[in-house]
């Protein structure tokens, strides 16, 4: 298997633009992680999934973030409108629960201007 | 609420030498624990992940330990390389049957040689 897979790697943006993140999880994983880091905060879950279904999305900063899961191969983190202070790096999970190893995509840079 | 601490933030080792990293959590009713690595701008990598029912996992010259309820890890890394110099984070797996993993902010490690 390839991993978790990101798209896109970079992304810069102007602020109020509307900006997709894309998560292809490893296959046969049912649960899947959006994360976002930054220096001051360290790593943040913002939402997780489990059979594509979203369990806990209390971490999701404000209105203007969703996420979906139409099915098990493919997930998207939506930004809309987008801020300045949106910008980190946000990266994808999957595992199979429970007591399994997470495995983490190589991210997404997020820089909004 | 879950919270996890690592210690140090910040470690500098000359090469050979044997460390080890910290890490406690608040809530010791976890699943398990996992360790990871990550390199300045990359994502992240699993070292080890340790159940909950272990006291300790071994990986080359990477060996964590467990100790649930004194809501304690420890890492140790023998003989140091500088290949080793990276940012390493503890993660706790917070006994929800989905996996969702609290993450501590990490210990940079700098090995020179």
């Known amino acids: 298997d390839a991993g978790v897979i990101q798209s896109p790697r970079h992304e810069v943006t102007e602020m109020g633009q509307e900006v997709t993140l894309r998560c292809k999880p490893i296959s046969g994983h049912n649960s899947l992680f959006w994360y976002r880091q930054t220096m001051m905060r360290g790593l943040e879950l913002l939402i997780y999934?489990?059979?594509?279904?979203?369990?806990?999305d209390s971490g999701m900063p404000e209105d203007r973030f969703s996420a979906k899961m139409p099915n098990a191969s493919f997930s998207t983190l939506k930004i809309q409108p987008s801020e300045p202070r949106d910008s980190a790096v946000y990266f994808c999970?999957?595992?199979?629960?429970?007591?399994?190893?997470?495995?983490f995509g190589q991210g997404t840079r997020l820089t909004v201007v | 609420k879950q919270e996890v601490t690592q210690i140090p933030a910040a470690l500098s080792v000359p090469e050979g030498e044997n460390l080890v990293l910290n890490c406690s959590f608040t809530d010791s009713a976890i699943y398990n624990l996992q360790w990871f690595r990550q390199d300045p701008g990359k994502g992240l990598t699993s070292l080890l992940l340790?159940?909950?029912?272990?006291r300790e996992q071994t990986s080359g010259r990477l060996n964590a330990s467990l100790d649930k309820s004194s809501g304690r890890s420890t890492l140790y890394i023998a003989a140091s390389q500088p290949g080793d110099s990276a940012t390493y984070l503890c993660?706790?797996?917070?006994?929800?049957?989905?996996?969702?993993?609290?993450f501590g902010q990490g210990t940079i490690l700098t090995v020179h040689p």
């Open positions: 340790i159940q909950s029912s272990q």
């Open positions: 993660a706790v797996d917070g006994g929800t049957s989905y996996g969702k993993l609290t």
């Open positions: 999934f489990n059979n594509n279904v979203p369990i806990d």
């Open positions: 999970a999957s595992k199979t629960v429970p007591n399994t190893e997470a495995f």
